[in-house]
């Protein structure tokens, strides 16, 4: 499984990188703005140092305005894919992107039949929101479960990008089922490699070490 971080941080980024498990990048209009810098700079700082997928989205909400949005944003690198939400006008904006060979991440898909609407336009990826669902009470990766089914059923070759990843049960339950990315923020990163037994564990091998010195 693939591990994206969900930043806008070059900073987070580069630390992710430095932890030997950045395959890409996803964004979005929150990230960016959050970033406190213009997004021209974002896009290009980003671009320029990742080797992999770079997610950059658009922001019309005509299919037009997306593909001329989305061809503006492949300038910025040949690994970009642009971000196109799932909308009627978003599907018709992955057609015209995918036909001409740009990769497109369909964004906030929520439910199995949206993403198979998706594979079928010609999406590279899919992002189903695991954690949103589950803030309204729904199972987000029972979504990322019959997504993958279907795929499967059905031959698709996009990708499966869980998105909305608020812990680290989300990646490991993506990881069993077999979700092709998984894209998550620096701190649950930081919290994948942490353990109670591991602290103790290395606690009781230094202090030993400590023993034997004296």
């Known amino acids: 499984m693939k591990f994206f971080i969900d930043s806008a941080s070059l900073e987070e980024i580069k630390e992710a990188d430095a932890l030997g498990v950045l395959d890409g990048v996803t964004t979005n209009p929150s990230l960016v703005a959050k970033s406190g810098r213009p997004f021209a700079e974002v896009a290009q700082g980003i671009c320029e140092f990742v080797k992999g997928p770079v997610s950059l989205e658009v922001v019309s909400l005509e299919w037009k ?11 910025y690198g040949d690994n970009v894919v642009v971000k196109i939400p799932m909308t009627t006008e978003g ?58 089914e279907i795929y499967r059923g059905y031959g698709f070759k996009t990708e499966v990008l869980v998105a909305s990843v608020r812990h680290p049960m989300h990646v490991l339950d993506a990881a069993k089922m077999g979700a092709d990315v998984v894209t998550v923020p620096l701190k649950v990163i930081h919290q994948l490699a942490k353990h109670p037994l591991t602290d103790s564990g290395l606690k009781t091998f230094l202090d030993d070490w400590q023993k034997v010195k004296a």
């Open 65 to 75: 305005g997306m593909v001329e949005e989305g061809k503006r944003l492949r300038k």
């Open 91 to 148: 599907l018709k904006a992955v057609k015209a992107l995918a036909s001409e060979g740009i990769p497109v991440n369909v964004t906030l898909v929520f439910q199995p039949i949206q993403a198979l609407l998706a594979a079928k336009a010609g999406a590279a990826y899919v992002s189903p929101f695991v954690g949103r669902l589950d803030d309204i009470s729904q199972d987000g990766m029972q979504l990322v479960h019959d997504i993958i």
